[in-house]
């Protein structure tokens, strides 16, 4: 019973078939999803410590669409390209520097949040299960907010951190996560047209 229930939504869940792709297809996939991982990055609305882009929204659908692993990877091959000076971070950010300071926590973070986006999606929890789809999205961002938060902590103190860096984004994860599982929805729903 177990089986039959979780082979449909992996099905649905990797349209790349990236699993049983070669390894340049995988290659492939991780550069796509760093172009995407950019692109949300410069999506962003200005805030004090640490502005709202698109990134978590992005970071989630490609641990969703990847799964963990490949999702993992993925989304800290975009950190390293950050980190190595590449203008892929927030507004076109770059630089070691952005791992040390405020928005730390959340960088790191990040790959965590995809990844368990991934293994929530490879168990079902994707567009054809439209509510836990929502669920696993706006855990991947929660997860976000917590370790930025964390981290937040050690600069400025707790009550700081959150009211800063958590209640401010509360919206705007809620939203995202929404928006993240009516994504995976049309992508599951195009998928199984395509295969019926």
């Known amino acids: 019973m177990t089986a039959s229930t979780t082979a449909p939504a992996g099905a649905a869940l990797n349209p790349l078939g990236l699993q049983n792709r070669p390894l340049a297809w995988k290659i492939g996939a991780v550069i796509l999803g760093t172009v995407l991982l950019a ?33 993992g990877i993925t989304i800290s091959a975009w950190l390293i390209e950050g980190a190595s000076g590449l203008p892929v971070l927030a507004g076109g950010a770059a630089g070691a520097h952005h791992f040390v300071g405020p928005t730390a926590g959340y960088l790191f973070a990040f790959p965590v949040a995809g990844m368990i986006m ?3 999606a490879e168990r079902g929890w994707t567009g054809q299960r439209v509510g836990l789809a929502f669920v696993a999205m706006l855990t991947a961002n929660l997860v976000c907010l917590t370790v930025g938060a964390a981290w937040l902590t050690t600069l400025v103190g707790a009550e700081q951190a959150i009211v800063a860096g958590v209640m401010p984004f509360l919206l705007g994860a809620v939203l995202k996560s929404a928006l993240g599982a009516m994504v995976l929805k049309l992508i599951c729903g195009r998928m199984t047209r395509k295969g019926g």
């Open 39 to 71: 692109a949300a990055s410069y999506i962003e609305v200005p805030m004090f410590p640490v502005p709202v882009t698109l990134q978590t929204f992005a970071v989630a659908l490609v641990g969703a669409l990847y799964g963990w692993r490949l999702g």
């Open 118 to 120: 991934g293994w929530l």
